[in-house]
């Protein structure tokens, strides 16, 4: 995906970010189990995170393959994308979403 961005086209960059993350999705349910990847991504302390997550997904594919010119769409659609991910995967360390708020806030704060 690196390299759609780095050559200009924003469409394919989305769509192979996407599809990047929808490959990380895969290998992790490789490692543990299809049903035990389910069962923690929709655990109450990540649901809201892995519903947007997955329906930033689909909705940069749609917007990718649909639109006629999408390219700052698809850039914002990626990076929600990215800050949900990020969200997701704070819930698996300890205090680690107390940690981002604790961050966030103070940088907010000034």
Request: proline share 5%.
């Amino acid at each position: 995906s690196t390299l759609m961005l780095i050559s200009g086209n924003l469409p394919a960059f989305a769509i192979f970010f996407t599809l990047g993350n929808i490959v990380s999705l895969f290998s992790t349910s490789f490692l543990i189990g299809p049903a035990k990847q389910i069962k923690t991504m929709f655990a109450p302390v990540r649901m809201v995170a892995s519903i947007v997550f997955i329906a930033m997904m689909l909705i940069t594919l749609i917007v990718a393959f649909t639109l006629h010119n999408p390219a700052l769409l698809c850039i914002i659609l990626c990076i929600i994308q990215f800050l949900a991910l990020f969200w997701y995967s704070a819930s698996y360390i300890p205090y680690g979403r107390a940690a981002i708020r604790k961050v966030v806030g103070g940088c907010i704060e000034v």
